[in-house]
């Protein structure tokens, strides 16, 4: 008979326990969120962020020994940014009837997501590594982290401010655009997605559908307009 | 369904080696995300067995975008001594930043919206 102290050396050393873990976590986080009717402040991600952080402070696991198992997850994420054609495509009859609206809103809002970054940061004194990992945060979180790989950022602290910025736009879209008198949905939809993706989609969707609708298409396209974007803005600041 | 991924991870190998031989400094995902968009348009009357089998694919993995972040996202742990130093102006840049972007957005949308003189706000 071995100890159960062995087993866990054992299985602390194999990917097959950080998978499982990160699975349970993720399904646990999920159901929870479910319950709370996806309450933005229970974000599954956050939350199992966090719970996994805590697991790995408390037994002093190294970060790589996670990342073993947790790898396999972490590969989906090219494969689910090209799946977001899928919807676009789906989407696109109503993209080309308001074609017009969508174009401006994009450009000045993607312009506006990332430049203010630049300035706030450089007027608060962030360094120059948490600025680049910061400019991509309102892309979904697979394409704003590639975006901060590729600029020399740190893509964990992306995932972290992407996330953040999701339930920070999802918890003030609602009471802002009611207080700035907006009433039309696609419009404040179209905000939604294009400042917190994701997860502004899936507040957007609770409000009404049509802001659900063009929330998602907003992510969309957003991914793609973030993407040439931060390039620029990594320039400006001599990156 | 294994179809359906295979299709997306193809469309992922396509731009990532577009990226890597034009050096565009855009994440090869996103390169694949708009040749996979420009081949669906391209294609829709034809390919009748693959397009529901990418559509599989694509709702599954969208289904479950979060949990794909969160290997990820783990990592900051590692950089805790970061955030704790800057947190506070950290905090500020985010919330300001959302801000700024959702009502620049929304009131280029709409603006834009009225000058073409479209009234309804149903879609």
Redesign the interface.
């Known amino acids: 008979m071995r100890s159960p102290v062995d087993l866990w050396v054992y299985l602390s050393t194999s990917p097959l326990i950080w998978l499982t873990l990160?699975?349970c976590?993720?399904i646990g986080a999920?159901e929870v969120s479910r319950r709370l009717d996806r309450n933005p402040l229970v974000?599954?991600?956050l939350t199992?962020?966090l719970l996994?952080?805590l697991v790995?402070?408390v037994f002093d696991i190294p970060?790589q020994q996670?990342?073993e198992g947790?790898?396999f997850?972490?590969f989906?994420?090219?494969?689910?940014?090209?799946?977001?054609?899928?919807?676009?495509?789906?989407q696109?009859a109503?993209v080309k009837?308001?074609l017009?609206?969508?174009a401006?809103?994009l450009f000045?809002?993607s312009f506006?997501?990332v430049s203010?970054?630049v300035v706030?940061?450089t007027l608060?004194?962030?360094?120059e590594?948490?600025v680049v990992s910061?400019l991509p945060?309102?892309a979904?979180?697979?394409?704003a982290?590639?975006?901060s790989a590729?600029l020399g950022g740190?893509?964990?602290?992306t995932?972290?401010?992407?996330?953040?910025?999701g339930i920070?736009?999802a918890l003030?879209?609602t009471p802002?655009?009611n207080l700035?008198r907006?009433?039309?949905?696609?419009?404040?939809g179209?905000?939604?997605g294009?400042?917190?993706h994701?997860i502004g989609t899936a507040r957007a969707y609770e409000v009404d559908e049509?802001a659900g609708?063009?929330a998602a298409i907003?992510m969309?396209l957003n991914?793609?307009a973030t993407?040439?974007v931060v390039?620029l803005a990594a320039a400006w600041i001599g990156r | 369904m294994l179809r359906g991924?295979a299709a997306?991870?193809f469309?992922?190998l396509l731009?990532e080696s577009l990226v890597f031989v034009t050096g565009l400094?855009?994440?090869?995902?996103?390169v694949?995300?708009?040749l996979?968009?420009l081949s669906?348009?391209a294609l829709?009357g034809s390919l009748r067995e693959t397009i529901p089998a990418?559509?599989a694919?694509?709702?599954a993995?969208?289904g479950?975008?979060?949990?794909?972040?969160?290997?990820?996202?783990?990592?900051?742990?590692?950089?805790w001594g970061?955030?704790q130093d800057?947190g506070g102006?950290?905090a500020?840049?985010?919330?300001?930043?959302?801000?700024?972007?959702?009502?620049?957005?929304?009131w280029?949308?709409?603006a834009?919206?009225r000058l073409?003189g479209?009234k309804d706000?149903?879609?």
């Open positions: 990160t699975l976590t993720w999920s974000n599954p991600v199992s962020i996994l952080s790995m402070t970060y996670f990342f947790a790898q997850v972490h989906l994420l090219g494969p689910a940014t090209v799946a977001i054609a899928v919807p676009l495509f789906r696109w109503q009837r308001l017009l609206p969508i401006a809103a000045v809002g506006a997501a203010s970054v706030l940061g608060l004194g962030l360094s590594d948490v910061f945060k309102s979904t979180a697979g394409v982290m590639a975006i590729s740190s893509p964990s602290l995932a972290v401010l992407v996330i953040l910025t920070v736009g003030i879209v802002f655009m700035m907006v009433r039309d949905y696609a419009a404040r179209f905000a939604a294009l400042t917190s994701g049509t609708l063009f907003a969309a991914a793609v993407s040439a390039p | 991924l997306l991870l469309f992922q731009g400094p855009v994440p090869g995902p996103v694949g995300l708009v996979l968009f669906l348009l829709q990418v559509e694919a694509a709702s993995l969208l479950n975008l979060g949990l794909f972040f969160v290997p990820a996202g783990v990592g900051v742990v590692a950089l970061v955030v800057e102006a950290i500020a840049v985010l919330v300001v930043s959302a801000v700024f972007t959702l009502a620049v957005t929304v280029t949308f709409v834009v919206r073409l479209s706000t149903a879609a």
